[in-house]
């Protein structure tokens, strides 16, 4: 079986398979796994959610706007929920 999660192949995947994590708000994580939520609807996830209940993954915030930097650390913390 291919590594998908590692290796040379995250290289063609969009920022090379990593981003902020919508459910813990981990920076520069590796987002490659999927929960679906109540709805039907996938989150793509980091390792350490993968395993999280529909109703926590309800709870996943919009990322597209959420900065990379350290100075936004504040706000990404008052975001955060305990998984
Ligand atoms: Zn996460």
Not at 25 to 48: A, D, F, H, P, W
Request: charged share 25%.
């Amino acid at each position: 079986m291919a590594k998908t999660k590692r290796g040379k192949g995250l290289w063609n995947v969009p920022s090379k398979g990593r981003g902020t994590c919508p459910i813990c708000l981990s920076t520069r994580i590796k987002l490659l796994y999927t929960v679906t939520n109540s709805e039907g609807k996938q989150v793509t996830v980091c390792k350490k959610c993968s395993s999280v209940e529909a109703k926590v993954a309800d709870k996943a915030v919009n990322t597209v706007n959420l900065a990379f930097r350290g100075k936004h650390r504040r706000v990404l913390n008052q975001q955060k929920q305990t998984v």
